[in-house]
């Protein structure tokens, strides 16, 4: 299956926008599968460095992850205030309490203006963004997390451990 919509400006990436891989997950905040693969991705980019550019996609499971929304929520409210990538590392690095109180004192060690969090995380706007990502999913043939996409095309091999890497440096991506 092919991941639509394709990735855009709307979304948030990290590492080389120009790089020759394109690594798209969709992930659930409250998801113990996402919490193993958060530091599998994160040895990804280490090793692969500019030829790898990531984007994370949110698909909170909220009827088996009660937190996962608000999470999702947050991310994207700390993005509003150029702290995406620090809230979302937060979000996995402290996924056993994910509370809506725990992620206000997680905005506030971020250093974030935390009136404007706590306003911007109860906006349709973002409601609209996270909703996005789930319809986004749900097209492009998600149905668990984490799911990944590599270069636009589902990857429906092991994502654990070294399986991921292997299968890029097999498919002379890298």
Request: hydrophobic share 35%; proline share 5%; glycine share 6%.
């Amino acid at each position: 299956m092919s991941l639509r919509p394709p990735v855009s400006e709307k979304d948030h990436i990290q590492g080389n926008p120009n790089a020759s891989i394109e690594l798209v997950q969709y992930g659930d905040y409250q998801c113990p599968y996402c919490w193993k693969a958060y530091p599998i991705v994160k040895r990804l980019q280490a090793s692969l460095g500019d030829n790898l550019k990531f984007i994370f996609r949110n698909f909170p499971l909220t009827k088996v992850h009660p937190h996962a929304k608000i999470a999702s929520l947050a991310s994207e409210a700390a993005a509003l205030q150029h702290k995406y990538w620090e809230m979302h590392d937060m979000l996995y690095e402290q996924h056993k309490d994910l509370r809506y109180e725990a992620i206000l004192s997680y905005a506030i060690g971020l250093g974030l203006d935390l009136d404007l969090f706590e306003k911007d995380i109860k906006s349709s706007v973002l409601e609209e963004k996270v909703d996005g990502d789930f319809l986004g999913g749900l097209r492009s043939g998600v149905n668990a997390t984490p799911t990944f996409f590599i270069n636009g095309e589902k990857y429906t091999e092991s994502w654990e451990e070294n399986n991921l890497l292997d299968h890029l440096w097999t498919s002379n991506l890298v």
